[in-house]
């Protein structure tokens, strides 16, 4: 047996791996390079659990292959929690725009300073305004598809609503109010970061959607592309998207829609929309410090999870301060 043969039989010597720590797993080759993965692939059996108990795999097919999905009430919430929700953005509405709102009115934007056209309004940084925004953060089926989505790292970025009604000057039923667009971070070209996949939207319908209703356009399968389109692109497969009041629209970041069609009816368009960005991003607006101390007493660890209570980035020369939950380590 020749040198080369016999160095070739004999059974490769790895070094022993050192002793991995309780709940982490090794990463790397380094000493001290861990990730905290603690019962990761139970975890992964327990949200696919968690999807089916919900009914959410005929959604979870429609968001992969489709980009969006429409969850139906009966899955969402109660139709009280949707009246209490709806009452709510009404009370806020008028607190911010000093006109008092009715479903069934044509609405004023009155003093509203931002977001604000004929036949529009929006609203901003709702959480905090009332208890019902804060329980909405807990909903189980917003969260598991947040959740699947973002793979378990979704920041609350943006919680809004939109309030629409009939104007003189939409007289074209085909023409979007808003072009058609990605909600993603993107690059100067175009290209969506990470290809969309780093955020999500969805849109809490508080009235019943259609397009004569404005309803918002969405261009199925444009996920797939990771790109936004070009001028003009996407608006002969545009379709509406048509759902109960209760319903829940969500969409993956990198899907192309388009505001909304505009609406040809009398009374008002409410929706209550939420973005989520993975933590790796800056969110657009701010909670990780401004939640108080009682709320997040009062609301679960999903809710702390995702306004960032367990974010301790972002400090100055004082150094990292405690967070509220035990801070998420990565290496």
Not at 9 to 29: D, F, I, M, T
Not at 72 to 77: E, N, S, T
Not at 180 to 204: E, F, Q, V
Request: hydrophobic share 35%; net charge negative.
């Amino acid at each position: 047996m020749t040198q080369s043969e016999t160095t070739a039989a004999k059974p490769e010597v790895r070094p022993s791996a050192p002793p991995e720590p309780a709940n982490l797993k090794a990463v790397g080759n380094r000493p001290g390079m861990y990730l905290t993965t603690p019962g990761a692939l139970d975890a992964g059996d327990a949200h696919l659990a968690r999807i089916r108990e919900l009914g959410l795999e005929p959604c979870i097919l429609e968001i992969e292959v489709r980009g969006y999905t429409v969850i139906p009430p009966q899955l969402v919430a109660p139709p009280e929690f949707t009246a209490r929700v709806r009452d709510a953005l009404l009370r806020v509405a008028e607190k911010r725009t000093g006109v008092k709102h009715s479903i069934d009115r044509n609405g004023c934007a009155g003093n509203a300073s931002y977001l604000s056209s004929p036949g529009f309004f929006g609203m901003l940084y709702l959480l905090l305004e009332d208890p019902v925004f804060e329980e909405w953060i807990e909903n189980p089926v917003l969260g598991t598809l947040v959740d699947y989505t973002l793979k378990g790292q979704g920041r609350l970025s943006s919680f809004d609503a939109l309030v629409k009604w009939k104007d003189a000057g939409q007289i074209d039923s085909d023409l979007l109010t808003d072009a058609l667009h990605s909600d993603s971070p993107r690059w100067p070209d175009g290209k969506l970061l990470d290809g969309g996949n780093l955020m999500t939207n969805s849109a809490y319908i508080l009235t019943d959607y259609s397009k004569e209703n404005g309803s918002i356009a969405m261009v199925p399968g444009s996920h797939r592309l990771g790109r936004l389109p070009y001028p003009g692109e996407g608006l002969k497969d545009m379709v509406p998207v048509e759902a109960p009041a209760g319903s829940l629209i969500f969409w993956k970041g990198a899907t192309w829609h388009g505001g909304a069609y505009p609406k040809l009816t009398d009374g008002l368009r409410l929706t209550m929309n939420t973005t989520f960005f993975n933590r790796s991003l800056k969110t657009v607006e701010s909670y990780q410090r401004a939640v108080p101390k009682e709320v997040l007493d009062r609301r679960n660890r999903q809710f702390a999870l995702f306004v960032g209570a367990d974010d301790m980035s972002g400090f100055g020369p004082e150094g990292p301060q405690p967070a509220y939950l035990e801070p998420a380590h990565f290496f």
